[in-house]
């Protein structure tokens, strides 16, 4: 049974097999050795170029020639026709809006007299997660031919498909619109720690400049398996760490004695730096002793000279990333050296100014968390809105 599920449809609702309502093609991809198959002005689609409802010319990255598109070797697909993506990334669906070729990834499909497109699609969207659990393969995912044909749909009255579709199209369009504002301010919220240290830490300053080899101390004590160490610990890697705020999402309980390599020891206090990759600003104060990576370096800070909390905000900054040399030596990683780190100069006003530097920026960014947490959660109920949508058309709740 090919039905995506049991439910009861509304009085003059049926289920059909899309085998029985339309007929479907098989896609392809012509030869690249044939020249002249290629570089004319018919869009050529795979997969990956079904993104919105409506599938045009300016969604393809390849074009055919007409020798090309009647070459035998893809699917003509006409306007109207259901671009049904079966194989690598299954759940895609959109409509032919142009004249088009399409690729071994898509089984285009032409609607009959009793099923409109923009309907049949909005309902396949709608269950691209049951679509999903569908593929098969062990290299490539792919729907079956018989799973595809056999695949039921509700089919309403033609000028209730109408109605729904024009709704659904009405309906979505707004919530993308939501969408794409709420990602906007998102975005403003995201990048405003990174403004409020850029105008802490600026070169308009005219505070007393200092090497960080001058405040920092590196610890050395470094735990060894071959030193058969025994006990639990708790580990805080790079993958813990959230970047440019020091917050700390995780860690991880380990014994010692099970230990594959070695781990550097840090203690309560101490600064734990992300070197690797450190545009990623992975700067955490220690809230509790453990253990870390070998792509992390642990320090303390001179207390008589520095607060921690301040030389922890500067190098997340985007000064600190200005004026440190990263190291970017062809196929490894960017990185940033002990002597580097060292070397970096830090605006050092007094140690009152610190603090109050610290209190200020520790207020201005937990105001910006807030602001950031509420419109991610924002984002997130707009994004669920359009399958909430697409579930309230197919119970005929529109």
């Known amino acids: 049974m090919m039905k995506t599920d049991k439910r009861t449809l509304p009085n003059g609702w049926r289920w059909a097999k899309l085998e029985d309502l339309g007929s479907f093609d098989s896609g392809g991809t012509p030869s690249k050795n044939e020249k002249h198959y290629w570089g004319g002005d018919i869009p050529f689609v795979t997969g990956a170029d079904i993104t919105d409802l409506y599938i045009t010319a300016q969604h393809a990255r390849a074009f055919l020639t007409d020798a090309g598109l009647t070459s035998g070797k893809t699917a003509i ?59 098969r393969g062990s290299t490539i995912q792919g729907l079956t031919r018989e799973f595809v044909h056999k695949l039921e749909i509700p089919v309403p009255p033609l000028d209730e498909q109408r109605r729904i579709a024009a ?18 301010q998102l975005e403003a919220a995201e990048a405003l720690p990174a403004a409020y240290l850029r105008a ?43 970047s440019g705020t020091g917050i700390r999402i995780g860690s991880e309980p380990v014994e ?13 206090g101490d600064i734990v730096y ?22 992390q370096y642990v320090y303390s800070v001179d207390a008589s000279q520095a607060d921690t909390a301040y030389v922890a905000w ?3 900054s985007p000064s600190y990333l200005k004026r440190a040399p990263i190291d970017t030596t062809p196929g490894q990683l960017p990185r940033i050296r002990l ?3 060292a070397a970096v100069e830090i605006d050092l006003p007094s140690l009152a100014e610190q603090q109050s530097i610290v209190c200020d920026l520790d207020s201005r960014l937990a105001s910006a968390r807030q602001a950031y947490e509420a419109l991610r959660s924002q984002l997130d109920a707009i994004e669920k809105m359009p399958a909430a949508l697409l579930r309230q058309a197919f119970n005929g709740e529109l």
């Open 77 to 135: 697909c006409k306007p109207g026709t259901i671009l049904f993506v079966t194989r690598t990334r299954v759940g895609r669906v959109g409509i032919a809006a142009d004249v088009m070729g399409a690729s071994q990834d898509l089984s285009p499909y032409a609607c009959g007299p009793e099923i409109v497109p923009e309907f049949a699609c909005r309902y396949l969207q709608s269950v691209s997660d049951y679509l999903i659990s569908g593929a």
């Open 167 to 184: 709704i659904l199209s009405e309906q979505l369009a707004i919530v993308e619109r939501a969408r794409v504002a709420a990602k906007a």
């Open 200 to 242: 802490v830490f600026n070169d308009s300053q005219q505070w007393p400049m200092k090497r960080l080899g001058d405040l920092l101390q590196l610890r050395k004590e470094v735990i060894h398996p071959y030193d058969k160490p025994s006990g639990p610990a708790m580990f805080v890697g790079l993958e813990h760490i959230e």
């Open 256 to 268: 010692m004695s099970n230990l594959a390599g070695r781990k550097p020891r840090f203690y309560k």
């Open 274 to 295: 992300g070197y690797l990759r450190p545009y990623l600003n992975k700067v955490w104060i220690a809230e509790f002793d453990g253990l870390c990576s070998v792509d």
């Open 314 to 316: 500067f190098m997340r």
């Open 339 to 341: 002597e580097e780190v």
